[in-house]
């Protein structure tokens, strides 16, 4: 029996959760036409192989008679009270979005961008956030982030109001935003130079980041020098600098090639993965549906504008994760269905 994904709904709107892939379906009909008033003459079935279900064979075997199709989905959802509102868990949130809306007034008329967005954060949780273009995610992570301020609702982080020199939170932006004139190693020492670091301590940071990163030996090269994927890593190396306990990051990928921005992205599960490094939590805005399964334990739906948050998706899929399994596909079909 085919075994639906486990989904928690916001209230905004009802959403039919799609079918998982089964592992195996049995023997495929013959290609051609299809006379659905008679079944098809029946394959000899290999050692082994699970029974074929044909729809005129009567009553089913017994469930314990029958082979097992795929292993049960494990379900890991998070408790959720009978408003969509997710129950308080063991761990403390750490990044806390409460009812968050923006609006933009011209000429006497409102254009509303983000309305009522609600969701927390835990630390050691990897959060996409997803929607169609224009749904209001850059600007959400903006707010988030203490650089834009909500029309309505507030954003806490450890409690307290998000502000924008926050320390324990760092930004890697789509662009590289990185400066022409100085070094790897210098673009690397922004943020603890704004913090007034010792200047031995900030070249000891910038140098284990770097080469957390994959970019040692390249501190005194200058950006006209790196190709993309070191530019973003700088980026990155740059970020991590800081040691945030959460890490933002705005479609940091979307401007690679396929097998640099896949290799960015092993790299960052293997940053977040080590308790030793920073960062505790990271929260991505992507238009990447397939990334955003790749990456996340929970994956967060936009709807188009005004963005409101439609589902809350926790990919329960095992790490690492194989983008060929059936499974995967089915979590992408789901995000999918639920943006267009």
């Not at 992570?141 to 998000?162: A, C, H, N, S």
């Not at 690397?188 to 130079?193: K, S, T, V, Y």
């Amino acid at each position: 029996m085919e075994r639906p994904h486990r989904v928690r709904v916001h209230p905004v709107r009802t959403v039919r959760a799609l079918p998982l892939p089964l592992l195996d379906r049995g023997p495929r009909l013959p290609d051609g036409p299809r006379d659905v008033r008679r079944a098809p003459a029946r394959p000899a079935a290999g050692r082994g192989a699970p029974p074929p279900f044909y729809p005129d064979d009567g009553p089913r075997r017994p469930r314990d008679e029958q082979a097992p199709l795929a292993a049960p989905v494990p379900a890991r959802l998070r408790p959720v009270s009978a408003g969509g509102v997710r129950v308080p868990e063991e761990r403390p949130p750490l990044l806390e979005v409460k009812d968050v809306s923006r609006s933009y007034f011209e000429a006497g008329k409102e254009f509303k961008i983000l309305e009522r967005v609600r969701f927390d954060l835990a630390e050691r949780d990897f959060v996409c956030i997803v929607g169609p273009s224009g749904s209001g995610k850059s600007t959400l992570l903006r707010i988030i982030l203490g650089l834009d301020k909500p029309t309505t609702g507030e954003v806490r982080f450890e409690g307290q109001p998000l502000t924008p020199d926050n320390p324990r939170v760092a930004m890697v932006f789509q662009s590289f935003a990185l400066f022409p004139w100085l070094t790897v190693e210098q673009n690397a020492e922004l943020g603890l130079e704004a913090r007034h670091d010792p200047l031995e301590a900030r070249h000891a940071q910038a140098r284990k980041f770097i080469e957390a990163v994959g970019l040692a030996g390249f501190e005194n090269a200058y950006p006209r020098e790196l190709s993309g994927g070191m530019k973003q890593r700088v980026g990155i190396a740059r970020a991590l600098a800081i040691e945030p306990v959460l890490l933002c990051m705005d479609e940091p990928f979307s401007s690679l090639d396929a097998l640099t921005a896949q290799n960015l992205r092993d790299e960052i599960l293997q940053l977040w993965s080590n308790p030793e490094l920073p960062p505790k939590a990271v929260l991505i805005v992507t238009h990447s549906i397939e990334e955003a399964v790749y990456l996340a334990d929970r994956v967060i739906v936009l709807s188009a504008r005004p963005g409101r948050i439609v589902a809350e998706l926790e990919i329960d899929l095992p790490r690492p994760r194989n983008r060929k399994e059936p499974e995967f596909f089915g979590w992408v079909d789901e995000i999918y269905s639920l943006i267009v």
